[in-house]
């Protein structure tokens, strides 16, 4: 405070209240400033504000609902020191004071947060809202403020002030579930007048009790609800169990002011929606006065208890709120009666995963919500590359299909706008898109360019490799047609061993990928002129995680194209920067192909495939029948694949891909070095695989099934693949963070120890 502030506080006392000798500190605020008053006998609040007249009436407001709770309730509320002449209001100089009684105590913020203690708070909070949502205060009634839940939208506004891109979409996660599941039962939603701020800071104890609250300025006529929303928000911070603590708050509040079933099961949203106004306003007011504490004093533990609560299934919150407040859990899906009517609607040949297979409901970036009421943390899903309902990404759907759905026979904006931007990941021969809706699609249209232009009619691929579930994509995948009951290889299909440096008992220096390029070679010779493609993904996912052995592509490439064929690249399930250091598979290789498959990863789960080639071979492709897809390169689709392009560059997610894949490599190779049984850990960025192996060295399925199956009892989804499916496979969105890294590292080492 300086000098001239001080002396104009002291002058104001003086004239007004009579106070003479007085010490006086500043304290912070968001609408007011604020003073300390420290008299001999008596300690005052000196609060001031702007002059206007909105805030002259609110504040008659104020005063009317602090002066029916002292006279209604037996614990400590500030209320007004009128002045020498009797005014609860001073006018000086444009701005407004009022002097309040000092409330003392210990702040919530200050002391242990005792069972007891929270549920006193439950009492306190219900026995306040007994008298203020009696009362109706025309001035409260129409407030409008950001700090109000019920115009929590007002908050978007203050979204991009937050820096961070990935924290920025944490926010917006919430926002966009607020839509789906909040506002649509407002209208059933109590309302009254509530405090409406009972933070740390606010809430006065006195002997493990809460006796006090200070700071009604975020008072408002709202739902009722929203009391122990925000309370609930602030003491579930920073606790080991936040739902243990906030059952015992919800039961103090209700055996004073009885919740309803609606309002607990919306809790855990509104709650949320609390945590994300907080940190949108901290990241704006930081704007303004940077160096204020006050004001961020709550960031840090609200930010982790936003990402916690990604960590908890809505419904196990929603049980835990209503078993608090007496009410029936929710009423669960019953898995064996779906899993019946699944194999009544659907064939038995769509499998499902696991040993106990798993109904999901909801999902939030890597994790998943089962119907249970578990949050699994998913290590699985590749093709949720920016993470499971990533709002940036369900957005653009939403906003392209209120718009316009149609194809590519239209000139849109979508579809110009989205290649250019893909086309841009591109070397410059790789110039020309085809869209589709599925990488399996893509595979096969790729097969009838290379068909096309070269005029020849045989394919060379690797042994175990997939490419997709058409026809002529299962007839170039070794993986189904040499599987028991796969239909064989075609004639037109040449086999070459694939080129995995570990099953070699050669290093992968160079000279595993010339061993294994030297016996495709053999093969080439013996198929001499006739190969229209080689097809390969640079890692082979279906093969069990295996990256080509360094130098093979390099050797193979340029002799494919010596007999006239081309090159095509599987870029399916490792392309989109998923391996870290490169955005597409085939740098890692140091290749250029002359065709490019995209698929899976390309939409976050929306249908998009695609095909990137050169100018020349489409241009070869335009003398035939028109190619023609549906739904390929539609508005919605393009809509949604840039804004997983864009997500993937705002939010860095290849770095962080690389970043967090060389963590998880390190931490399983550390476990390697003390259990046999995993006998390879390979790949690239968060693309991996672990293979088991027996004491012999064989392939262990069984230990591989059992670890992965585990996982699954544990709330990790992985999976197994490969010729003897001994190969754990890890390839999460890639929100995948090096805790969760640490998380399914240490369950597979428990799971290790005691088998």
Not at 377 to 406: E, F, W
Not at 560 to 581: M, N, P, T
Not at 607 to 633: C, D, L, R
Request: aromatic residues 10%; charged residues 20%.
């Amino acid at each position: 405070m300086n000098v001239h502030t001080k002396e104009l506080i002291q002058d104001l006392l003086k004239t007004f209240y009579g106070i003479e000798k007085m010490q006086l500190e500043e304290l912070e605020g968001y609408d007011s400033s604020n003073y300390k008053v420290s008299c001999t006998e008596n300690v005052f609040i000196l609060k001031e504000y702007e002059d206007k007249e909105s805030t002259r009436t609110l504040l008659k407001g104020e005063d009317q609902i602090l002066s029916i709770l002292s006279k209604n309730s037996s614990s400590d509320f500030p209320t007004v020191i009128p002045s020498i002449e009797g005014d609860k209001i001073i006018i000086k100089d444009g701005k407004l004071y009022r002097l309040l009684t000092f409330i003392e105590g210990e702040f919530l913020g200050d002391v242990d947060h005792n069972t007891h203690l929270i549920y006193s708070l439950g009492h306190f909070l219900g026995n306040m809202d007994k008298v203020t949502v009696a009362c109706y205060e025309p001035a409260i009634a129409s407030k409008e403020i950001q700090w109000d839940l019920q115009h929590f939208k007002n908050n978007l506004a203050y979204l991009p002030y937050i820096k961070d891109p990935k924290e920025r979409s944490l926010v917006d996660y919430f926002f966009l579930q607020y839509d789906e599941l909040i506002y649509p039962v407002q209208h059933l939603l109590r309302k009254g007048i509530i405090h409406n701020d009972a933070n740390d800071w606010n809430v006065l104890t006195k002997n493990g009790k809460v006796t006090g609250i200070i700071d009604f300025g975020d008072m408002c006529y709202t739902w009722i609800v929203n009391e122990i929303a925000v309370a609930l928000t602030y003491v579930m911070m920073d606790k080991v169990n936040p739902l243990e603590t906030a059952t015992v708050l919800i039961k103090g509040y209700h055996e004073i002011f009885p919740l309803r079933q609606l309002e607990l099961d919306i809790l855990y949203y509104l709650i949320a929606a609390r945590l994300c106004t907080s940190v949108c306003n901290s990241a704006y007011t930081k704007t303004q006065k940077p160096h204020s504490e006050y004001i961020t004093i709550s960031e840090r533990p609200a930010w982790r208890l936003l990402r916690k609560m990604i960590t908890i299934n809505p419904i196990r919150a929603q049980d835990e709120f209503r078993r608090a407040a007496g009410f029936p859990p929710t009423k669960k899906i019953d898995t064996a009666g779906q899993l019946q009517r699944r194999n009544t609607l659907l064939s038995s040949a769509l499998s499902l995963s696991y040993e106990e297979p798993i109904a999901m409901s909801r999902s939030a970036f890597q994790y998943m919500y089962d119907s249970q009421g578990n949050a699994i943390l998913d290590a699985y899903n590749n093709i949720m590359l920016s993470g499971h309902c990533h709002p940036k990404v369900v957005r653009a759907g939403q906003k392209a299909m209120a718009r316009l759905n149609t194809n590519t026979r239209y000139i849109y904006e979508e579809i110009l706008a989205y290649s250019e931007k893909l086309l841009s990941k591109f070397p410059d021969s790789l110039n020309k898109v085809f869209y589709l809706n599925s990488g399996s699609a893509a595979s096969d249209l790729a097969i009838r360019l290379a068909m096309n232009h070269t005029r020849k009619n045989k394919l060379m691929v690797l042994e175990h490799g997939y490419h997709g579930n058409t026809q002529l994509g299962i007839s170039i995948s070794a993986y189904k047609y040499n599987h028991n009951e796969g239909p064989g290889r075609q004639e037109n299909v040449v086999q070459v061993p694939l080129p995995n440096a570990f099953d070699s008992n050669l290093k992968d220096d160079g000279r595993a990928g010339a061993y294994f390029a030297d016996l495709s070679i053999s093969e080439m010779d013996r198929n001499k002129n006739q190969i229209a493609a080689f097809i390969a993904e640079p890692i082979v996912g279906c093969g069990g995680q295996v990256p080509l052995a360094k130098g093979y592509l390099k050797k193979i490439y340029p002799k494919i194209r010596e007999q006239g064929g081309v090159c095509i690249s599987d870029e399916v399930q490792v392309g989109f920067g998923r391996l870290g250091d490169f955005f597409w598979g085939f740098e890692m290789h140091g290749v250029l192909p002359d065709i490019v498959i995209l698929g899976k990863p390309m939409g976050n789960g929306h249908p998009i495939g695609a095909v990137v080639t050169t100018h020349e071979i489409a241009k070869s492709f335009e003398n035939g029948p028109e190619f023609f897809s549906s739904f390929g390169g539609n508005p919605v689709s393009c809509a949604i694949g840039k804004a997983v392009l864009e997500v993937i560059e705002e939010e860095n997610l290849q770095q962080h891909a690389k970043e967090t894949g060389d963590y998880l490599i390190n931490l399983l190779r550390m476990i390697q070095n003390d259990h046999f049984e995993i006998g390879d850990v390979r790949g690239s960025g968060l693309f991996l695989g672990v293979e088991f192996v027996n004491k012999e060295g064989e392939p262990n399925t069984g230990l591989a099934s059992h670890i992965k199956n585990l996982l699954r009892k544990n709330n990790i989804l992985t999976s197994t693949d490969g010729p003897y499916d001994n190969v754990l496979k890890i390839k999460p969105p890639l929100t995948f963070t090096k805790s969760d890294c640490d998380v399914l590292v240490e369950t597979i080492l428990t799971i290790l120890t005691s088998s």
